[in-house]
């Protein structure tokens, strides 16, 4: 009898250690996501402002004049980065880039000075650096301005579809997630059927018989939400050193309230899933236990 005891615990014991993994692993996996939610915007805005513009100088075009241009670009609210290159520079780069002496074969330098030029991410899309490129041009030491016009069309077409994208699976993520921990919930509750049916019979209450499996139901999605909050910040952590450029978390406070969400989840989640399996086999006739 105690043998038997004993084994039965140690299988209570084993389905609370699988519903507190597999909680933590669901809620790990929306944590994922709502990093992803997080930086999508901050990733967007990377790409955007890597997208070149470049502003070809006149040969005649002295220096100092340059430099009084360079600073008036700095100095508008769309301008993020100026860099100046002059002709030497530019050649040196495309012989690095061709493997060959160009200039040699031509027997002239053929490129001329640029000042390339970053734009803030809310100006990176066509409509606005149309209307730059016309306000650059005005300058007398500019001869052309140059960037990629497909790649701006192509690179916020995807920002687009990447953000309605994020919110579509998101959704799809949360009621996987739901369902998953409703499950995971319903067998650990299945496997205590008799003792709900035994505790019934001996004149329990429905809510007496409710309390417990409610609290270790809160237990477990309490401790699934700190070990995924545990995994989030070894995840944010390799993040941050492989990728410090790309993606950051320094808004401590968002971040802080996504795990603060995952809590909130986790207690929410299994509460209302111990909730409807208990009030399940409260309903259910003896006979159909078995």
């Known amino acids: 009898m105690a043998q038997k005891e004993k084994g039965s615990k140690r299988r209570l014991r084993s389905s609370y250690i699988t519903s507190v993994i597999s909680i933590s692993l669901v809620l790990f996996m929306l944590g994922l996501t709502g990093l992803l939610i997080l930086n999508a915007n901050q990733l967007s805005n990377y790409v ?3 997208i070149g513009i470049s502003i070809i100088l006149k040969d005649n075009a002295k220096e100092v004049d340059i430099r009084r241009l360079q600073k008036n670009l700095d100095a508008t609210e769309f301008v993020k980065s100026t860099e100046f290159v002059d002709k030497e520079t530019a050649a040196k780069e495309l012989q690095e880039e061709l493997g060959e002496d160009f200039i040699s074969f031509l027997g002239y330098n053929p490129l001329q000075a640029t000042i390339d030029v970053k ?17 650059f041009t005005r300058y007398s030491q500019v001869q052309e301005v140059y960037y990629q016009k497909n790649v701006v069309h192509l690179v916020n077409d995807n920002v687009k579809f990447i953000s309605f994208f994020l919110l579509g699976c998101s959704v799809v993520l949360f009621i996987i997630s739901f ?4 499950n995971t919930i319903r067998l650990s509750i299945y496997s205590q059927r008799l003792i709900i049916n035994t505790m019934q019979l001996v004149g329990a209450t429905g809510s007496f018989i409710r309390k417990p499996f409610m609290q270790t139901g809160l237990l477990h999605g309490f401790l699934g939400a700190l070990i995924a909050n545990s995994l989030l910040s070894g995840f944010i952590y390799f993040l941050q050193r492989m990728f410090r450029q790309v993606i950051t978390f320094d808004n401590t ?3 802080g309230a996504l795990f603060l969400l995952i809590v909130i989840l986790g207690l929410f989640i299994t509460w209302i899933s111990t909730l409807f399996a208990v009030n399940k086999y409260l309903r259910l006739e003896s006979r159909s236990l078995y």
């Open 48 to 50: 955007k402002e890597n």
């Open 119 to 135: 734009l803030y991410a809310e100006y990176a899309n066509p409509d606005s650096i149309a209307v730059i490129e016309k306000d």
């Open 179 to 182: 369902t998953l921990i409703n």
């Open 253 to 255: 406070e968002l971040v």
